[in-house]
Structures are given as C-alpha cells and as structure tokens.
C-alpha cells in the first residue's frame, strides 16, 4: 500500500519515495502530443499545479522509467530530452523595495538555469538575459518553459503603491515568450 502525501509537488521524489500518485499523464500526453502550442493552466491554491509542472518536466526531461505503470508510458511518444528552461517563482520573496530588487532576482534565477545548461547569457535587462538563455537553448533543440507561481510578485506586491512598476517590469520580462 502507497503512503499518501499532500506535501511533495516534485514528481520523481514522489514517484522514488513510493507515494501514490494519481495519474493525469493521460491528460498531459494529450497536451503534449498536439505540440507546438502555449498553455495556460489555472487552478486552485494547492490543487496541484506545481506537480503538474514538475511531471511535465520529467516527461520533457525523457525520464521514461519514472512513469512505468502510468498512462503516458506506453504512448507513441519518443522520450527525447529537451533542453528546459523551469522557472518557479514560488522562492520569490521581496526583502525591502520590490522595484528595485525584482530585476536582480529576475536576472539571477536566468542566471542560475544558465549555469545549469552550462550556458552563457547576455544582456542587461531580465527580458534580454531571458531572451538570450532562449535563443542560446534553442540550439540544442525545442526549447520547453515551464513557469509555476508565475503572478507571485505581483500578489506580494498587490498593495505595493508601485505596483504597476512591478507589472511594467515583469511584463517586460514575460516578453521574452
């Protein structure tokens, strides 16, 4: 019998650590299989977005092995790694001044997916270090974003008397898309 658990949003540690996982590959693959498009998924707070996230991830990272038993496993899918740009702003957390930090740590966490990919990016702008790690991954393939938490600065910020500051500079960012 599989433990149940509420708390862990990363796939391949639930599946690992024998959790029971309710499976929505079928509905993934569906998704997935018609290729080439951009999808917005919204649901509720703690109704699983971010494992979703994390098992597209496993899916486009080609890990096959972890969805032995599940609904995608056998699907005419061909398991090729892409290169995966994961950006999850659920660490965001403002310090002092939201404007002013949010570009830093924008740039950072391209930076930190840069380094991953053993990469290198350029520009001196969120949106241009982001439009950059695109253009340098999309030499190695189909480029895969997957954003979770994606309107967290903005919720932290919502009473922020700048906040249309703090849209303008993540809009620019999401520009890169």
Not at 136 to 142: A, F, Y
């Amino acid at each position: 019998m599989k433990s149940l658990t509420t708390s862990i949003p990363d796939f391949e540690k639930l599946i690992n650590e024998g959790y029971l996982y309710v499976d929505k590959t079928e509905y993934i693959w569906r998704l997935i299989e018609r290729g080439g498009e951009s999808f917005f998924l919204s649901r509720p707070r703690r109704f699983g977005k971010s494992l979703t996230v994390s098992t597209l991830k496993a899916i486009f990272q080609g890990k096959k092995e972890l969805f032995k038993g599940l609904a995608i496993y056998d699907k005419p899918y061909d398991w090729k790694p892409h290169p995966i740009i994961h950006l999850s702003f659920g660490d965001y957390n403002v310090v002092s001044d939201a404007v002013r930090e949010l570009p830093g740590y924008l740039t950072a966490k391209i930076q930190r997916i840069a380094d991953e990919h053993g990469v290198q990016v350029a520009g001196d702008t969120p949106g241009l270090c982001f439009g950059s790690l695109v253009d340098t991954l999309s030499k190695q393939g189909d480029v895969v974003i997957l954003v979770d938490e994606y309107d967290k600065p903005i919720l932290d910020n919502i009473t922020d008397p700048h906040i249309k500051e703090i849209q303008k500079a993540l809009k620019g960012f999401y520009s890169a898309f």
